[in-house]
């Protein structure tokens, strides 16, 4: 522990990175597969709500159209930014 001084810091524990017993790095720069697999996991819990929530006809449909879209946008991204 670090003496914080008269106005001491709000977390007062520190960890040096020996003690640590793993830790996992995820790439979240803009040029990451980091941030490629959150945005295809966030749409695909998106289409699952979809097909769980709406009737099946036209407004299911357009709505896992635009989840597609919006997929195949985010995988031309990493393809564009290799």
């Known amino acids: ?6 106005n001491p810091p709000l977390c007062t524990i520190s960890f ?8 996992v790095r995820v790439d ?3 040029a ?4 490629m697999w959150i945005a295809l996991a966030v ?3 998106l289409a699952v709500a979809a ?3 709406i009737e099946p006809g036209k ?4 709505c896992w159209m635009l989840l597609g879209f ?4 985010v995988v031309l991204g990493r393809i564009k930014s290799r």
């Not at 407004?59 to 357009?62: D, P, Q, W």
């Not at 919006?70 to 946008?73: E, G, K, N, Q, S």
């Open 16 to 23: 040096e990175r020996e003690q640590l017993p793993h830790e």
């Open 43 to 45: 749409l695909g819990l």
């Open 59 to 62: 407004m299911r449909s357009v």
């Open 51 to 53: 097909w769980q929530t």
């Open 28 to 30: 979240l720069s803009p």
């Open 1 to 6: 522990m670090r003496y914080g001084g008269s």
């Open 70 to 73: 919006f997929a195949f946008r």
């Open 32 to 35: 990451g597969s980091g941030r």
